[in-house]
Nanobody
Framework: QLQLVESGGGLVQPGGSLRLSCAAS????????IGWFRQAPGKEREGVSC???????TNYADSVKGRFTISRDSKNTVYLQMNSLKPEDTAVYYC????????????????????WGQGTQVTVSS
């Protein structure tokens, strides 16, 4: 069974950077589209970014375009590089996976994914 573990969260000042990691065990991530989501207190979970199974295609929420970059490597890990962080980026960040669908498409809706990690807290504050 696929398991996902997020890491890399923490406290950072506005304008700073963090890199989140989503490490997989049980199956190779090449067979899954991967999404990053976040949930702030009192708010619904929202999609941040995703990467297709092929790794060729990515998508980003408008709120993070130009600041966040998703990538995957050969070590069964997907990353979310977050630059120019803002206080409104504060949330618990989750990665999620889905094995079905196209190799060349991914979406950022939570219902499109069926395996989730436990989350990592990101706090942007001075």
């Amino acid at each position: 069974q696929l398991q996902l573990v997020e890491s890399g969260g923490g406290l950072v000042q506005p304008g700073g950077s963090l890199r989140l990691s989503c490490a997989a065990s049980g199956f190779a991530l090449d067979y899954y589209r991967i999404g990053w989501f976040r949930q702030a207190p009192g708010k619904e979970r929202e999609g941040v970014s995703c990467i297709s199974k092929s790794g060729v295609n990515t998508n980003y929420a408008d709120s993070v375009k130009g600041r966040f970059t998703i990538s995957r490597d050969s070590k069964n890990t997907v990353y979310l590089q977050m630059n120019s962080l803002k206080p409104e980026d504060t949330a618990v960040y989750y990665c999620a996976a889905y094995a079905g669908g196209s190799n060349y498409f991914c979406g950022v809706k939570p219902y499109e994914y069926d395996t989730w990690g436990q989350g990592t807290q990101v706090t942007v504050s001075s």
